[in-house]
Structure formats: C-alpha cells, structure tokens
C-alpha cells in the first residue's frame, strides 16, 4: 500500500523496494488487494505485456492511515527513517 500511496505502479517498481520482498509473496498481495477492492490491475497501453497497478477510492481512503502509522514509528520507535522517496 505504501508503495501505491508514493505512486508506484509496476511490479518491478515495488520488487525494488528497499524490503527486498519475494516475488510470490509480492504477486500474493497485489491480488490480495485486487481481491478486497483496494487495487485495479490494468494491462498497459504502451507495452500489452506489462500490466499496472492503481488504487481505487477506498484504496487511497487508506492513505492518513498508512501516513499515521508512519508519523508514529517516527517519533516512538528511535530506528526508524523515511525511505528515500518516503516524504512525497
């Protein structure tokens, strides 16, 4: 959700993550969260074997949450940082 908040659309965008996440585990939860509602996937106009991944409206309703949590691990949890495109 965090990735699709800072505007990632591709699965090569979010396997890049910092989280190094297995591509099973990534291709799981993208369809997990097709499945809820959350995610739309759409193939690419541009390149027919790509696809794309946006939210939909109660996939963005999700965004002061995810921001909230965020600002809390900030100040409550002395480790944690921004990733580098955290701040968008």
Do not use: H
């Amino acid at each position: 959700m965090r990735d699709l908040l800072l505007g990632k659309t591709r699965f090569d965008e979010f396997l890049a993550s910092e989280e190094g996440i297995a591509t099973n585990i990534l291709s799981s939860r993208l369809k997990g969260l097709e499945n809820l509602g959350f995610v739309v996937r759409k193939g690419d106009d541009r390149d027919g074997r790509r696809v794309q991944y946006s939210l939909t409206t109660s996939g963005k309703s999700l965004g002061k949450l995810v921001r909230g949590i965020a600002d809390w691990g900030l100040r409550n949890l002395p480790q944690t940082t921004l990733a580098p495109d955290g701040g968008k």
